[in-house]
């Protein structure tokens, strides 16, 4: 499930593609700035984005 959060129109592949940066963080490289790219393009912040992946983690352990 992508993130759609932000006062604009949610952008499915920029959802996915975050939380995916997000999701599987590779230490390897610097994806800070392509995830700032890409919540920006969803009109949020990073943090934003990870506390909504955070509340749906929970939910899905408490359901």
Avoid: F, K
Wanted: glycine letters at 6%.
């Amino acid at each position: 499930m992508a993130i759609e959060l932000g006062a604009r129109p949610a952008d499915p592949r920029a959802g996915m593609q975050l939380q995916e940066i997000l999701s599987h963080p590779d230490p390897a490289s610097d994806q800070d700035a392509h995830a700032r790219a890409l919540a920006g393009q969803l009109g949020i912040t990073v943090r934003q984005a990870l506390h909504t992946l955070h509340q749906r983690m929970l939910d899905r352990r408490h359901s």
